[in-house]
């Protein structure tokens, strides 16, 4: 069955800096061994989470790349990608961006902003995901 896990923001850290959870979510799956698709919202914010895997553990390469930017890109187990690159869905995906992803995929990971006033959209793709069959978890960080 297909899972969708949705990351509310809370505590101080990820408040300050939400791209650092993304990171944590990052590194837990390729511990696990998982290729993992980040659907980063625009250009910017892939850029600025390119720039955090490569500080974020000093000990420890987190082996990731922008899609588009070089042709091994299938060998990289932590690929971000924009809204206009065309790169197929793999089994785990990290979703930021406004709108449910398409294509198949086992699990999606959702990062909900800490301003409840940012939530809205969120609330519609967990109806969504129930919908089409997801099993449903939150997890407060």
């Avoid at 091994?72 to 932590?78: F, K």
């Avoid at 690929?79 to 089994?91: E, F, H, N, Q």
């Avoid at 086992?106 to 069959?133: C, F, I, M, N």
Wanted: charged share 30%; aromatic share 8%; hydrophobic share 45%.
């Amino acid at each position: 069955m297909p899972r969708a896990d949705f990351y509310l923001i809370d505590k101080p850290r990820f408040r300050a800096q939400p791209l650092l959870l993304v990171c944590e979510l990052v590194k837990k799956a390729y511990a696990a061994g998982l290729p993992t698709l980040v659907l980063a919202r625009d250009q910017t914010q892939a850029e600025a989470l390119d720039d955090l895997l490569w500080s974020f553990d000093p000990d420890e390469y987190l082996p990731h790349q922008i899609a588009g930017q070089d042709e091994d890109e299938d060998e990289a187990p932590i690929l971000i990608t924009t809204p206009d690159a065309d790169v197929p869905a793999r089994p785990l995906l990290i979703n930021l961006r406004d709108a449910a992803p398409a294509g198949q995929f086992d699990r999606v990971l959702e990062v909900v902003p800490a301003d409840p006033a940012a939530r809205g959209s969120l609330r519609e793709r967990w109806k969504h995901y129930k919908s089409l069959g997801f099993e449903l978890k939150k997890f407060d960080m």
